[in-house]
C-alpha cells in the first residue's frame, strides 16, 4: 500500500461573501506536481437577489483550470468566443494555453432566486512544451459524465477524465491527467491500483474516510509517498472525494498571479502579451 506522507489542512480565505478554503498551495504544502492549487468555495446558502460569485473578467496563461460544480451554478464566458451555464454536478475544463480572458459568474437565475453553492476550483499545470496551446474549453452537465456504481452501489464514482472501473472519463484531457469525484455512503469501499510514480491527489470533500489504515477528514489534502501502487479506501460515513493522479513534470514552476510557467522571463512575456491584447479583448 502507498503510504502518507502528511495530511494538510485547507485554510480559510474568504473572497468576499464567499466562503472559500484554500486547500493547495498553504503554508505546509506548495504543490503537489503537477496539481498546483485547489480552492473549496462553500458550502453556503445564498439570499435571493444576491450578487453571485464574485470571479469576473480576468486572464491567465499556462495552465488549465477544472471547476467541479457541487451546488449552484457557474456561468462562463472567455475571449475565445465559449459561453456556458453548468449546474450541480458538472464540470468546466478549461486550457489557458497561450492566452486567454474568462469570466466565471453565478447565472441570472441564480443571483435571483439564491440557494445552496459549493465549488471545487483546481489548477492543474501544463509542460513547457503546452504552455503556448491554443486555449479550449469544455463545459459538461452532470448527465454527460458517466458515473459508475460500485461496491453494491455504497460507491459511485464519476469518471471526469482518464479510465476508472474501466470507463473511460468525459473529457479526453491535453495531458494524463486522470480527474474522478467519489460520493461515498456509509461503510462504502473500494479499491484502487494506481502506479507508484504517478502523484495522487486526495481531498475529502464532505465526511471521513479511511484511507490505507489512516483516517481524513473533510477540506484535508492527503500527500502520498511514491512507494506503492495499492489504495484502499473506506467511508465510516457518508462522504464526497475528489481522486486524480498524474505522471510529475518535474520541471520548473514559476507562478505570479493568473500566469504560470517555466522562467520569470516567460512571466513577464505572459503580463506584456495580455497587456497588448493577445489575450483577445472582453466583450460584455
Same mark, same amino acid.
Given at each position: ?16 461573501? +464567499? ?33 453571485? +460569485? ?50 466565471? =459568474? ?10 445552496? +453553492? ?13 504552455? !503556448? ?22 460507491? =459511485? ?16 484531457? !491535453? ?14 469501499? !473500494? ?13 475529502? =470533500? ?24 495499492? !489504495? ?8 464526497? +472525494? ?11 514552476? =514559476? ?30
Amino acid at each position: 500500500m502507498r503510504t502518507i506522507k502528511a495530511q494538510h489542512r485547507a485554510q480559510s480565505a474568504p473572497i468576499a461573501d +464567499l466562503v472559500t478554503y484554500r486547500a493547495l498551495p498553504t503554508s505546509s504544502v506548495e504543490h503537489l506536481d503537477p496539481f498546483l492549487f485547489l480552492n473549496h468555495h462553500g458550502p453556503q446558502v445564498y439570499q435571493p437577489h444576491n450578487q453571485g +460569485l464574485p470571479f469576473g473578467p480576468h486572464p491567465h496563461r499556462g495552465f488549465e483550470t477544472v471547476t467541479f460544480i457541487l451546488a449552484g451554478d457557474i456561468m462562463h464566458q472567455d475571449t475565445g468566443g465559449h459561453q456556458s451555464i453548468i449546474g450541480p454536478g458538472g464540470i468546466q475544463w478549461m486550457t489557458a494555453g497561450r492566452g486567454l480572458i474568462h469570466a466565471e =459568474v453565478s447565472s441570472p437565475e441564480f443571483k435571483r432566486t439564491g440557494g445552496p +453553492l459549493e465549488i471545487l476550483q483546481l489548477w492543474v499545470n501544463l509542460p513547457a512544451k503546452d504552455k !503556448l496551446v491554443e486555449p479550449r474549453y469544455i463545459g459538461l452537465q452532470e448527465s454527460e459524465i458517466p458515473a459508475v456504481a460500485l461496491d453494491e452501489a455504497r460507491v =459511485v464514482l464519476h469518471a471526469v477524465s482518464g479510465s476508472w472501473a474501466g470507463t473511460a472519463g468525459a473529457v479526453t484531457p !491535453l495531458t494524463d491527467i486522470q480527474l474522478a469525484t467519489l460520493n461515498f455512503r456509509a461503510g462504502g469501499k !473500494l479499491s484502487l491500483t494506481i502506479p507508484a510514480e504517478r502523484t495522487l491527489f486526495f481531498y475529502t =470533500v464532505l465526511g471521513r474516510l479511511r484511507v490505507n489504515g489512516q483516517d481524513t477528514e473533510a477540506r484535508r489534502l492527503v500527500e502520498f509517498n511514491y512507494d506503492g501502487d495499492e !489504495l484502499h479506501l473506506e467511508a465510516p460515513e457518508d462522504a464526497v +472525494l475528489l481522486l486524480g493522479h498524474a505522471r510529475p513534470f518535474r520541471e520548473p514552476i =514559476v507562478s505570479y498571479g493568473p500566469f504560470v510557467m517555466n522562467t520569470e522571463q516567460e512571466i513577464r512575456q505572459a503580463y506584456q502579451d495580455y497587456q497588448a491584447g493577445t489575450f483577445g479583448r472582453w466583450k460584455e
